[in-house]
């Protein structure tokens, strides 16, 4: 028999996640607050479909809390403080309880690199302070600690931090850099970056990690390590369009670093599909 995953905030992350998943031959459920998500998961084979938002603990009931697998891949419901409360803080606290309700063999939350605030394109792991953090960062870290490192119903926990995730219909960039607009911030400041099958490969990766591995915090990232600057004069340059200009500084403060994923190519083996913004762009100009 597959194994069971049950998959929360199951959006654009998410739902390449759950064809993965299916393609394995596990039973997929699905929590997901769109309802246009919700019919694509259903076209595509999820068994259990529920459209909630994880705060409305009206969803608890409908899904089985005996899981081999779970993984909260929420994102901010809004962009302000209240989206990243509602949706990071109430919204997995509600799965950590429901979780903790039942029986869940491997648990894993979806959190961010913005949690690291360091400046001067210092390389991160993460042992790194997250000290200064915003405060978006800051309720991140909160989120992460709810269900971290596992007990009461909870087998094992997982923390991936993810870098700025792109892929399929989700290019902002390069939409950005077609349409001649300029950009915000400063140039020289590195973008990290994970393509969205790669951070699927690395959720499945940790999932499926020995018994011997109780639980751990990953940084996933493609490890290319690139300026805002190097990147758009590519994409310029593979688009024919004329390069894009910054609109100027950011600050000292503004977070500038490149975040090291050492840990889970180390431990799991892991590497990605698209080493570079050039592999993982290319794929996305190509259809």
């Not at 180390?266 to 080493?275: A, F, M």
């Amino acid at each position: 028999m597959g194994k069971k995953l049950a998959i929360f905030g199951c959006g654009y992350l998410g739902s390449a996640l759950a064809q993965q998943a299916l393609k394995l031959g596990w039973h997929v459920s699905a929590v997901t607050r769109n309802a246009d998500t919700a019919s694509c998961l259903d076209d595509s084979g999820v068994q259990k479909i529920v459209v909630a938002d994880l705060d409305d603990k009206s969803w608890t009931g409908e899904i089985d809390s005996t899981q081999d697998f779970v993984v909260n891949c929420v994102g901010a419901a809004s962009p302000d403080l209240d989206g990243y409360l509602k949706s990071y803080v109430d919204g997995h606290d509600s799965v950590v309880t429901w979780a903790r309700s039942g029986e869940v063999g491997t648990f894993v939350f979806t959190s961010s690199t913005s949690v690291y605030p360091q400046t001067g394109r210092c390389l991160v792991d993460e042992t790194a302070s997250s000290d200064g953090v915003s405060e978006k960062g800051g309720l991140l870290l909160a989120a992460e600690q709810l269900g971290f490192p596992g007990g009461e119903g909870i087998g094992r926990s997982f923390i991936l931090r993810l870098a700025g995730l792109y892929g399929p219909g989700r290019h902002l960039l390069l939409d950005s850099v077609r349409n001649g607009d300029i950009l915000s911030g400063d140039g020289d400041r590195i973008l990290n970056l994970i393509h969205r099958d790669d951070a699927c490969s690395a959720i499945l990766g940790v999932l499926q990690a020995e018994e011997r591995n109780i639980g751990r915090i990953y940084n996933v990232s493609d490890g290319n390590h690139s300026s805002r600057s190097e990147i758009v004069t590519w994409l310029a340059e593979k688009m024919g369009v004329d390069t894009p200009s910054f609109s100027g500084s950011e600050g000292t403060d503004a977070s500038n670093r490149k975040i090291c994923s050492d840990r889970i190519r180390g431990e799991l083996n892991w590497s990605p599909l698209y080493p570079s913004f050039r592999d993982g762009y290319d794929s996305i100009l190509e259809k």
